[in-house]
């Protein structure tokens, strides 16, 4: 019994050096958790304070577009001393074929999304991967007015948000119908020519009011590639291409599963010109 005695003190010894230690690493491991904690929340509450100012300027721009009309686009701001031409003209003075035209090349499901459209993205995905190269983005007419008027053509996830960021704003606060015809009067149609109007003026020598259907899709047909194309290029197989897709969207048979906002319209009238 005598000889259990220094053992049981030693064991004792022992298990108080291992209570300290113990006790000493969970305060160290609970001071760092209150210090990250902090910092967490300090860093949290210092995000939300940053997205809520960068929210808010993001607002305020789309909300100046209700009754406003830029001077330029960030795009044309882009192209530096180039000579712009742009004259801006309301949607009720641009061809109702044109408006037509325009969705049924750019974005068919204009009306019927929230700002993008999930089932163009998967086709365009689905193609790009077929012809192993990037031929169609999915953009929708709000995405590309987005990124025509506001931003820069940097590929980054920031830019990305943003771009997200506005078309939700703009698809909230100004409504199809603003859209369309900002997206109008800014798209380009040439190295330094903008907005239909002024595309109407240069190409056929007459206000957007009155482009027949024929110069509408023909107009539209462009603007894949503003800078490349002429709207009365017949050889180009690439117009050609973009023209058929653009009437069969205009015009979708009867029996079409083709939901959009052109079925309005059922027959093309004889061309003005």
Known sequence: MIALKPIAYKIFKVLKLIYKVLNH??????????LYSIAFSLACTYAAYRAYNYGMEILNEVEEL?????????????????????????????SPYMQKA????EDAGFYFHPGFDVRAIAEALEVNQKKNKVMFGGSTITQQ?????????????ERKFKELAYTILMEKYLGKDRILELYLNYAQWGANIFGCEEAA????????????????????????SPGRHHPEMKESRFMQERRNMIYRNMFPKKDSLLVD???SLTAPPASAD
């Open 25 to 34: 690493i969970f305060r160290i491991v609970l001071l760092t958790f209150i």
């Open 145 to 157: 007015l987005a990124k025509n008027l506001f931003l820069s053509n940097e590929r980054s996830w």
């Open 102 to 105: 325009v969705i049924a090349g």
């Open 201 to 224: 003026q240069h190409f056929y020598k007459k206000t957007c009011a009155k482009l027949s259907i024929d110069q509408s899709i023909n107009l539209v047909a462009m603007l894949a």
């Open 66 to 94: 209700k009754t406003k009309h830029p001077e330029q686009s960030a795009f044309m701001k882009s192209l530096g001393k180039a000579e712009i031409k742009h004259k801006f003209v309301p949607l009720d003075s641009i």
């Open 261 to 263: 906002s052109l079925k």
